[in-house]
DNA sequence: GCCTCACTAGTCAAATTTGACTATCCGAGG
DNA sequence: CCTCGGATAGTCAAATTTGACTAGTGAGGC
C-alpha cells in the first residue's frame, strides 16, 4: 500500500536482521523523510503492523560484542510471508501506475530496491508500466486539445497541461531506464560480478 | 498545509456560501480524489476544523423553495481571517516549492484557483517558485553528475534522474504558464469582460 | 399504493501519521 | 569524579485520514 510499508520492509530485508533504529537511520540517510512520509513513528508503526500479518518476526537483537545499551532493541526479520510479499509489493509499484498522489513515491521507493529483481524481471515490470502511463498520456493530451469545450473554465488546462508533461516526463524517464537496463547497466539480482543486490 | 484545506476553503469561498456536501460534489467533480485527497471525511473534517479556528463561519442554510430535505444542512462561509488565510495559502502553495511529497498538490489546487488573484500578483508568485525550482534544479544536475564517486550503489542515480527530469518538466511548465499569463490569457481578477474569476 | 433505485448529506470507528518527548549510554572536557 | 552533548532507541497522545455505513427524499415503474 504506502511507500513506507515497502521502505521498512525492503530496509529489513537487506539488513536481514535490523531493529527500528537500524531502520529509521537508514531511511534518514536516504532522505526518504522528503521524498515519501517516513517519519519515526510511521516506522516502528509499519514494523509492529506487519509483525501483526506475519510479515515480519521479532528475533533477539544479535547482542553485540560490548554492547548491552539502551532500551528494548527488539530486532525482525521477513518470514517467507514477508519474502512472497515484498515481491508482490515490488511488482505493484514498479508495474501499476494508479496515478493517486502516492503512486510516485512508491515507485521511487521499489527503484531503491531495483537490484533485487532479475534484469528480465524489472524490464517487463517496466515495460508494463509504461503502457499504462501511455495510456494516460493520450488521455490527457486528449483532454487538453478539447477542453475548450468543455465547459470548464479555461484555465483549468493548465492543470491539465501540467499533468501532461509529468506524464511525458515520466514515460521519458521510463523508457530510459528500461534501456539502461537492457543496455546491461547495474548488477541485478541474476549478475554476478561485485554484487550490490542485497542478499536473500 | 494540505492541500485538501485549500480546496475546500476555496470551493466555500467560491460559492460564497457552501455546505459539505456541495463542496464535496463540487471536489469530486474535478478529481480531485484522485490528484489531491480528499475522501467525504477530511471534507467535513476540513470544514470543522476551519470554523474552530474562526476561517469559516455556519451561517443558516438558504432554505431554497421547496427544500426542507434531509439532516441538518448547516452551511459555512468565509470570514475575514478565512479571506486572508485563503491569500496567504494561495502565495504559499503557488510561491513555495517545498519538495515534499504535498508540494505539487498544493500547487495544483492552488492553480485551481489561480483568477482569484491579479495577473501581476499570480506572475510574481510563479516567477518566485520558479527561482526556488531551478535550484533544485541546479543541485539535482550537481548530484545526478557526481554521484558516481559519492559511495552509493550506482542504481540510485536513477532516483536522482528521475527527480530531476520532473523537476525540469515542471520549470517547462511553470514558464510557459507565466508566459501565458504575461501574454493576457485568462480572466483575472484585474480584469474585466466576462468574469470566470469567483467574486469575493 | 408500494417497492426499488439513485441521489442527497453526513457520521463514525478504525487505521494511520505526526513529531515532540523520554530515557539510556558513551566519551570528552573540566 | 561530574557533567554535558550527542547518538541511540523508542513511546505516546493528539491530529488526521479513510471509506464503509446510516438515513431521508423523490421519481419512476408495476
Known sequence: MS???LLVLGVVRMYGRAHGYQV???LLSWSADKWANVAP???YHALKKMTAERLLEE???DAEPGE???PDRVAYRLTPDGESEFQLMMAKSLSEDDQSPQGDYRLAAAVTFLPTLTRAKAISLLRHRITAVRAQEATTRNLVEEAEDWGQPPHVMELY???LITVEAKVTW???L???LAGGNYVMADDDGPSFGFPG
Open 3 to 5: 511507500a513506507t510499508r
Open 24 to 26: 529509521r537511520r537508514e
Open 41 to 43: 513513528g510511521s516506522i
Open 59 to 61: 528475533v533477539a537483537a
Open 68 to 70: 548491552a545499551r539502551g
Open 161 to 163: 497541461r501540467f499533468w
Open 174 to 176: 521510463l523508457q530510459g
Open 178 to 180: 528500461v534501456a539502461r
